[in-house]
């Protein structure tokens, strides 16, 4: 059985950080790159970030470039995304994804998916 289990999230000051973890479970971690997506009230989910298989190729969105890390430990089975200098909106619940494509910014690009840890920033 296929399992993501995000956890880290919580409620920050601006300018705080945090470190969300996601781990994985059920599959062949090594073989599937890594996201993080999120989705705020009201909005889409979108892409954060994203790392190939061996941790090699990363990519993130212009939104969180510079702020955020995208890791991964295939030892642990576990996807992070350090996340500094948050802002308020940032706020959102962030979703780790699995798929088979590097690179993949798409919803559609990734089979798997978690059940969210909220992150809420106040100004």
């Known amino acids: 059985q296929v399992q993501l289990v995000e956890s880290g999230g919580g409620l920050v000051q601006a300018g705080d950080s945090l470190r969300l973890s996601c781990s994985a479970s059920g599959f062949t971690f090594s073989d599937y790159a890594m996201a993080w997506f999120r989705q705020a009230p009201g909005k889409e989910r979108e892409f954060v970030a994203t790392i190939s298989r061996t941790g090699g190729g990363i990519y993130y969105a212009d939104s969180v470039k510079g702020r955020f890390t995208i890791s991964r430990d295939n030892a642990k089975n576990t996807v992070y995304l350090q996340m500094n200098d948050l802002k308020p909106e940032d706020t959102a619940v962030y979703y780790c994804?699995?798929?088979?494509?590097?690179?993949?910014?798409?919803?559609?690009?990734?089979?798997?998916w978690g059940q969210g840890t909220q992150v809420t920033v106040s100004s």
């Open positions: 994804a699995a798929g088979p494509t590097s690179w993949g910014t798409r919803r559609y690009e990734y089979d798997y």
